[in-house]
């Protein structure tokens, strides 16, 4: 059976001020393109049966970028709904919920087209994800590689692992990575974490896949 292939997509400017971004589709800068370019050598080791994408243009970009191909746009890949505090800092947050933390406490209610999410409703939304691609992992020998965002990929690491929701805090994730998810003697674990090249290595990749295009 092969592995679960995690990629964040690469850095926005919300990613880059730490503002959260849920619903917002915005599109990455210059160095988050850099990143997603540089993750093509990575995916090229694998051999990927099923690519699930996040409808969202920073995640698109990426599998793209990437070299990822026959992409299935999926929306329970999308980020965390963040509801009232979409594009507001933690800073800004705990400048009047000092106690807040985003696992455990979840987020203020939103406008009707952004209402929020529980950690419990992240958790939900994990496990369907997970149903889909472990079901197609079993039926082959190829990975599944899954392109979506920070926190949404934190929660189903969690959930792959049995673990509660909240505990996606233990596992940080930057912009522009790709993590696996295996197993160990039968049970879930996580085999590799936070793969990225080194930025001189990936400005070198990015311009020499320029120069070629």
Not at 9 to 22: D, K, R
Not at 50 to 70: H, Y
Not at 121 to 145: K, Q
């Amino acid at each position: 059976m092969g592995e679960l292939i995690l990629v964040r997509h690469g850095e926005t400017a919300w990613s880059l001020s730490g503002q959260h971004t849920s619903r917002t589709d915005l599109p990455m800068t210059g160095r988050g393109e850099s990143e997603a370019r540089s993750l093509a050598p990575l995916l090229a080791e694998r051999r990927i049966g099923l690519a699930l994408v996040s409808p969202l243009t920073r995640a698109r970009r990426t599998a793209e970028l990437a070299g990822l191909d026959r992409l299935r746009i999926t929306p329970e890949l999308r980020e965390w709904d963040y509801g009232g505090y979409e594009g507001v800092t933690t800073a800004e947050i705990l400048r009047s919920r000092p106690d807040w933390d985003l696992w455990t406490d979840g987020v203020a209610p939103g406008p009707a087209d952004g209402p929020g999410e529980s950690p419990g409703e992240v958790g939900h939304r994990a496990d369907r994800v997970l149903a889909e691609a472990l079901e197609a992992l079993r039926s082959g020998e190829d990975d599944v590689a899954l392109v979506s965002h920070g926190h949404f990929l934190r929660v189903l690491t969690a959930r792959y692992l049995a673990l509660a929701p909240a505990a996606g805090a233990l596992f940080q994730l930057t912009t522009g990575t790709l993590s696996r998810l295996g197993t160990e003697h039968g049970r879930p674990v996580i085999t590799a974490w936070n793969l990225a090249l080194p930025e001189s290595v990936r400005l070198h990749t990015t311009r020499a896949r320029e120069d070629v295009a």
